[in-house]
């Protein structure tokens, strides 16, 4: 006796629409995280230019007086506000709020010193070299309930 065999029976339609339905699940997971990724990518990107933009804008203050930056504190977080009048960066005791709605940024600077012997930066022991400083660009935001920070450190002389 020979069986019909033309067409699908039910239970291999079931089979192959469950397999159809993990793949898609699986599918729709990736790309959630995917996606997720590059948000957290694209944030990070932003903050990495804005914390160029802070030394960047040092520099300038820097070249317009050193006193500027050499006067501040040491260890003491300090903000840039931007003067559209002036078309002039300065810096700022008081944070002038966020970036965007989502980033904070601040700077510190720190002294530096120096051997006596070979002028190298060294971290201990060695003389105060008023004429570097240390400076530590800060850029805060909040992704998905977590803080997240990037920092972007450089020194700043006026030789």
Same mark, same amino acid.
């Given at each position: 006796?020979?069986l019909?065999?033309?067409? #699908?029976?039910?239970? @291999?339609?079931?089979?192959?629409? =469950?397999?159809? +339905?993990?793949? +898609?699940?699986?599918?729709?997971? &990736?790309?959630?995280?995917f &996606?997720?990724?590059?948000?957290?990518? @694209?944030?990070?990107?932003?903050?990495? +230019?804005i914390?160029?933009e802070?030394? @960047?804008? &040092?520099k300038?203050?820097? =070249?317009?007086?050193?006193?500027?930056?050499?006067? &501040?504190?040491?260890?003491t977080?300090?903000?840039?506000?931007?003067?559209?009048?002036t078309n002039?960066w300065?810096? +700022?005791?008081?944070?002038?709020?966020?970036?965007?709605g989502?980033?904070?940024?601040?700077?510190?600077?720190?002294?530096?010193?120096?051997?006596?012997?070979?002028?190298?930066?060294? #971290?201990?022991?060695?003389?105060?070299?008023?004429?570097?400083?240390?400076?530590?660009?800060?850029?805060?935001?909040?992704?998905?309930?977590?803080?997240?920070? #990037?920092?972007?450190?450089?020194?700043?002389?006026?030789?």
């Amino acid at each position: 006796m020979r069986l019909n065999n033309k067409g #699908f029976s039910v239970l @291999e339609i079931v089979v192959v629409l =469950a397999a159809l +339905a993990i793949v +898609a699940v699986v599918l729709g997971q &990736l790309s959630v995280s995917f &996606l997720g990724a590059v948000a957290s990518g @694209e944030l990070q990107l932003r903050a990495n +230019a804005i914390s160029a933009e802070t030394i @960047e804008a &040092l520099k300038i203050i820097k =070249a317009d007086d050193w006193n500027n930056l050499s006067g &501040l504190s040491v260890n003491t977080a300090y903000y840039l506000t931007y003067s559209t009048i002036t078309n002039k960066w300065s810096v +700022a005791v008081s944070d002038p709020g966020k970036i965007d709605g989502i980033f904070s940024r601040s700077f510190t600077v720190k002294s530096v010193n120096r051997d006596g012997v070979t002028g190298q930066i060294v #971290f201990s022991g060695g003389s105060p070299d008023s004429k570097t400083l240390l400076v530590e660009a800060n850029v805060d935001w909040v992704y998905k309930s977590a803080n997240k920070n #990037f920092k972007l450190t450089t020194y700043l002389t006026n030789f």
